[in-house]
């Protein structure tokens, strides 16, 4: 019988990776934040926040706006 090592452990992840994989979007605001990582933490939720709600326009739309606004 041969013997395999045990599995490393589950490595925790970070709420941040959790927020950002877009499962929990909107309860980012809720956990507490600890007052070391509260710039890091707010500034990257707010940007991944646009990411998923404002998507980049397509290139077609991207050029008939941009002679609207011209």
């Given at each position: 019988?041969?013997?395999?090592?045990?599995?490393?452990?589950?490595?925790?992840?970070?709420?941040?990776?959790?927020?950002?994989?877009?499962?929990r979007?909107?309860?980012?605001?809720?956990?507490?934040?600890?007052?070391?990582?509260?710039?890091?933490?707010?500034?990257?939720?707010?940007?991944?926040?646009?990411?998923?709600?404002m998507?980049?326009?397509?290139?077609?739309?991207?050029?008939?706006?941009?002679?609207?606004?011209?």
């Amino acid at each position: 019988a041969h013997q395999e090592p045990p599995p490393p452990p589950p490595e925790p992840d970070p709420p941040r990776d959790q927020k950002s994989a877009g499962s929990r979007g909107p309860h980012i605001d809720e956990p507490p934040i600890p007052p070391g990582e509260t710039p890091i933490f707010r500034k990257l939720p707010n940007m991944r926040r646009r990411l998923p709600f404002m998507p980049p326009p397509p290139p077609k739309d991207d050029a008939e706006s941009d002679d609207d606004n011209r």
